[in-house]
């Protein structure tokens, strides 16, 4: 069936380091892949999204990648800092199902001083 | 985004018993979601709930467990009926970005049966 999933379930970096956080998704139909970050207790918050025609988008630190022809998705933090330890979920939206989405299993990343 | 806060924030029940959510939305919005997160795992998406309608279940979801209102346009209850220790999870409404783009998230009710 359509899922999305992530290659791998934690990630250890340095301070200061660059992430790469990686994300398969096999439904092609998606209008949208969104990042959410959820600290410890809170809810998800979001990111950065992505439309599905467009294959980069950059924001602040973060920059999230599409390459639709091999279906992955990643999001990538420069200079990553302490207060980027959490988990990490993509998500795809499909707007004309009603906009529900499917969330990822999550990659924690965890940040070395 | 919208603000979005939830009560109560945690809970602990005994099984057998039924706990009420509550979402509350700082603007007007046509649709809310509501998403269960078991213990270390990811979101799954319970129902989607409509002002003026029924809410709208996803595939192994049922009204008679998770009874849903929308009484108005910033507020909805879900509750979770006749609980048992598997229902322990964290539970979160979501409400749409302006263009539907993406969602924003409350900050959960963590619930734990006992």
């Known amino acids: 069936g359509e899922s999305v999933g992530l290659h791998l379930p934690t990630l250890s970096v340095q301070e200061g380091d660059n992430s790469i956080i990686n994300c398969a998704y096999s439904?092609?139909?998606?209008?949208?892949f969104i990042w959410y970050k959820q600290e410890s207790g809170k809810g998800p918050q979001f990111i950065i999204d992505?439309?599905?025609?467009?294959d980069k988008r950059q924001g602040q630190r973060v920059t999230v990648l599409l390459n639709k022809t091999v279906k992955h998705l990643s999001l990538q933090i420069a200079a990553t800092q302490p207060g980027d330890s959490a988990v990490y979920f993509c998500?795809?939206?499909?707007?004309?199902?009603?906009?529900?989405?499917?969330f990822g299993e999550g990659t924690q990343l965890t940040v070395n001083p | 985004s919208a603000v979005i806060s939830q009560k109560p924030s945690r809970d602990i029940c005994q099984r057998g018993t039924s706990l009420t959510i509550q979402c509350q939305v700082d603007?007007?919005?046509?649709?809310m979601f509501w998403y269960r997160q078991q213990p270390g795992q990811s979101l799954t998406l319970i129902a989607t709930?409509?002002?003026?309608?029924?809410?709208?279940?996803e595939s192994g979801f049922v009204i008679d467990k998770f009874p849903i209102s929308r009484p108005n346009l910033t507020f909805s209850t879900l509750t979770v009926s006749n609980m048992s220790p598997e229902d322990s999870s964290i539970y979160l409404c979501?409400?749409?970005?302006?263009?539907?783009?993406?969602?924003?998230f409350g900050p959960g009710t963590r619930l734990l049966v006992l």
């Open positions: 979501s409400v749409p970005g302006a263009r539907w783009e993406t969602q924003y």
């Open positions: 998500a795809e939206n499909k707007i004309l199902s009603g906009s529900r989405l499917t």
């Open positions: 709930a409509n002002q003026g309608s029924e809410a709208t279940y």
């Open positions: 992505i439309r599905s025609n467009m």
């Open positions: 603007s007007q919005v046509t649709m």
């Open positions: 439904n092609s139909a998606s209008d949208y």
